[in-house]
């Protein structure tokens, strides 16, 4: 299951409201790459996969590809400003190490 904050939520909302149409799903992905080993992804999709895992979250469908979820499983997002700008924080308890923005995340390899 993911978490998403109050403050997550009204952000994705306003990008949301952006799109071609207003109930797009959010994907949530995992990729290699980052300064530690993987990284998140988010983005507005409306392909959605019978493998998908799915999650509705105050009127948010949130979706999260097979590969990915073991790694996000448990993920909290939340969503803060300062002012270098504004920017989704994770917080992953699948994590064992993170980068310095939060974006990258290492995992046990055993
Ligand atoms: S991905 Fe480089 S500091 Fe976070």
Request: glycine share 8%; aromatic share 8%; hydrophobic share 40%.
């Amino acid at each position: 299951m993911i978490h998403l904050s109050p403050a997550a939520i009204a952000e994705v909302h306003r990008i949301q409201s952006k799109a071609t149409h207003p109930n797009i799903a959010v994907r949530l992905s995992v990729k290699s790459g980052g300064c530690a080993d993987f990284y998140y992804a988010l983005e507005l999709d409306d392909a959605i996969a019978t493998a998908d895992y799915i999650q509705t979250c105050d009127g948010l469908q949130i979706v999260v590809d097979a590969d990915s979820l073991p790694y996000v499983d448990g993920l909290k997002i939340d969503y803060t400003e300062d002012l270098m700008g504004g920017g989704f924080r994770f917080d992953n308890p699948n994590a064992v190490s993170n980068c310095g923005c939060g974006n990258s995340f290492s995992v046990n390899s055993a």
